[in-house]
């Protein structure tokens, strides 16, 4: 947020909203349940370690090198990442600084976009929960639906300049959605911004952001979107909802420009942004984790997700498997819930596809024989296939 919201109000009674439902999706929750606390603990840890990622330093380039990273990782092409560079005078010199865009197209409408969103920048802090806490949630929204099919394209924008007046939003709504020809076609924007909390607050609520001003045109579409985010929460998360009006963050230059715009805000507030404090000790790791189960929940429905698990997809939790080091030169550990007695097989593949190595009922495997390069490591366990990255650095 730049700037403390002040207006908060529960709008709609949070009880309404299971009676309002869209149908659960037993697949839907699977990949929900594929948010790791691993995986958002060392995200948030990363991105504090970036230190304070104001717009135009060389830390908030590092910052958006680091997400850029993390996308190449997961297995999106560089064809898909984009750098979009904007400037802005400050009053004394030209501030320049840029946004990340993702785009993941869709299946039967690649040219609507569900955009989903969050900024990266900080000021006075390393910002875990301002906002290292959506930048993560997003983050594992990405890797889950890397290879799920979705009828709509889906932009993942991690915005810059948020803290300087949405800076880097506005850039984008301007120069990208509306210089685009046609004009960019969005179906909703879902921005994520503060949703980590503060440990020691009982975080076992969301705020649902609606938009209820600028614009007239465009609340009543905001409302039934928000209310289908508020479902999602309730049904792919531990979350309880609530509303509140949608204001100073990345979504407002949206909103301006007539989009449909919905959001994500820590319910009870941490009051550590824009300060030093506001580090991965404070914040509030298993909210981030909860919001980022939600968030997996709200991208599917809004990008229509295929209802189907793939059969690299799996209903063995992903934090019930692991696999480390990664990177490693030498061995390989593998570690998960244990079913029984059951057998289970471990294949290396490389990257061309050719299985590579394989071996049954060892948690320990030497690859010193392998190549540096990047694997898949494909679990067999009963009927279940769960599959992991893995690289190989000599
Ligand atoms: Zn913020």
Redesign the pocket.
């Known amino acids: 947020?730049?700037f403390k919201k002040i207006l908060t109000s529960s709008l709609l009674g949070a009880s309404f909203i299971g009676l309002m439902a869209q149908s659960f999706i037993p697949a839907y929750s699977t990949r929900a349940n594929q948010v790791t606390q691993t995986n958002v603990n060392t995200l948030l840890q990363e991105f504090e370690a970036l230190g304070i990622k104001k717009t135009g330093t060389v830390a908030n380039e590092n910052a958006l090198q680091w997400i850029k990273a993390k996308y190449l990782n997961f297995g999106y092409s560089a064809g898909q990442i984009v750098e979009d560079a904007f400037s802005y005078n400050n009053g004394m010199s030209t501030v320049n600084s840029k946004n990340l865009v993702i785009t993941k197209t869709g299946t039967t409408y690649p040219n609507t976009f569900v955009i989903i969103c969050g900024?990266f920048d900080t000021i006075n802090g390393p910002g875990v929960d301002?906002?290292g806490s959506?930048t993560a949630a997003i983050l594992e929204v990405a890797r889950i639906l890397k290879d799920v099919p979705t009828e709509y394209s889906i932009k993942f924008i991690h915005f810059s300049g948020?803290?300087q007046g949405l800076k880097g939003s506005a850039h984008y709504v301007n120069s990208v959605v509306n210089a685009t020809n046609p004009k960019m076609n969005i179906k909703l924007v879902f921005n994520l911004?503060?949703v980590g909390g503060k440990i020691g607050n009982n975080n076992n609520t969301i705020y649902c952001d609606q938009d209820m001003g600028g614009l007239s045109s465009n609340n009543a579409a905001s409302q039934a979107i928000t209310l289908q985010l508020a479902n999602c929460t309730t049904l792919y998360s531990p979350l309880l909802t609530a509303y509140d009006p949608a204001a100073n963050?990345d979504y407002i230059p949206f909103e301006q420009n007539g989009e449909i715009i919905t959001g994500f805000y820590e319910y009870t507030r941490g009051y550590l942004?824009h300060s030093a404090n506001d580090t991965l000790a404070n914040v509030d790791k298993v909210y981030v984790k909860n919001v980022a189960m939600a968030s997996v929940g709200a991208a599917q429905h809004f990008a229509v997700a295929q209802s189907t698990l793939a059969t690299s997809e799996s209903s063995l939790a992903d934090d019930q498997f692991q696999i480390y080091p990664i990177p490693t030169q030498n061995v390989l550990n593998i570690d998960f819930v244990e079913v029984g007695n059951a057998q289970f097989i471990f294949d290396l593949i490389d990257a061309s596809g050719r299985l590579v190595m394989t071996s049954q009922n060892q948690k320990q495997i030497d690859v010193t024989a392998l190549d540096t390069g990047i694997y898949i490591g494909r679990l067999k366990i009963k009927d279940k296939i769960f599959q992991k990255k893995i690289i190989i650095k000599k």
């Open positions: 947020m730049i900024h301002d906002n959506g948020e803290e911004d503060q963050s942004e």
